[in-house]
T-cell receptor
Framework: GEDVEQSLFLSVREGDSSVINCTYTDSSSTYLYWYKQEPGAGLQLLTY?????DMKQDQRLTVLLNKKDKHLSLRIADTQTGDSAIYFC??????????FGQGTELSVKP | KAGVTQTPRYLIKTRGQQVTLSCSPI?????VSWYQQTPGQGLQFLFEYFSETQRNKGNFPGRFSGRQFSNSRSEMNVSTLELGDSALYLC?????????????FGPGTRLLVL
């Protein structure tokens, strides 16, 4: 079946690195995504990784993919208070629909 | 290029009423997907439209329906509203809905059913 799991909360200090973890079940997923949602807003695409990659870096964001363990992580370097939001991991399911995790609420303390 | 737009942004309805939400995709995008977001169930896929045809459907009752117009704009309709339909409804667009394509989301329509 298709299922995506994330931890619900993460609290870090400003300037630290944040690591948000995600596990998924569909080994046929070709793309995995990270979206960010700020209060009252829609989903903002942060980054994505193709399943034949194990790492992708984009400025302060690093995505690591362990396909054997079906584990995905998002590292945010030098986390800022403006990074406080809910982060969703998603995989492409059957028919191209996105299957989302529950979201991880990141709280950045000054 | 303008992003995905959704109207209205907020709606208040009462039980038993019906509601229509609108989504305009990014210019050139022909696939539109709808998702429901609630605190209890999270983000769930409703349906996807491409070339005016529903191509994929999630596990929602028949009260939830949609359509797509020739200009790729899409509407979704919820009839006989229930309290549990209170949610943020998000629309996403992509070029053709292919598995290699990224979906871009609009700001959502927040529906409150009283």
């Amino acid at each position: 079946g298709e299922d995506v799991e994330q931890s619900l909360f993460l609290s870090v200090r400003e300037g630290d690195s944040s690591v948000i973890n995600c596990t998924y079940t569909d080994s046929s997923s070709t793309y995995l995504y990270w979206y960010k949602q700020e209060p009252g807003a829609g989903l903002q695409l942060l980054t994505y990784i193709f399943s034949n990659m194990d790492m992708k870096q984009d400025q302060r964001l690093t995505v690591l993919l362990n396909k054997k363990d079906k584990h995905l992580s998002l590292r945010i370097a030098d986390t800022q208070t403006g990074d406080s939001a809910i982060y969703f991991c998603a995989e492409k399911g059957q028919g191209g629909k996105l299957i989302f995790g529950q979201g991880t609420e990141l709280s950045v303390k000054p | 290029k303008a992003g995905v737009t959704q109207t209205p942004r907020y709606l208040i309805k009462t039980r038993g009423q019906q509601v229509t939400l609108s989504c305009s995709p990014i210019s050139g995008h022909r696939s539109v997907s709808w998702y429901q977001q609630t605190p209890g169930q999270g983000l769930q896929f409703l349906f996807e439209y491409f070339s005016e045809t529903q191509r994929n459907k999630g596990n929602f009752p028949g009260r939830f329906s949609g359509r797509q117009f020739s200009n790729s704009r899409s509407e979704m309709n919820v009839s006989t509203l229930e309290l549990g339909d209170s949610a943020l409804y998000l629309c996403a667009s992509s070029l053709s809905g292919g598995t290699q394509e990224t979906q871009y989301f609009g700001p959502g329509t927040r529906l409150l059913v009283l």
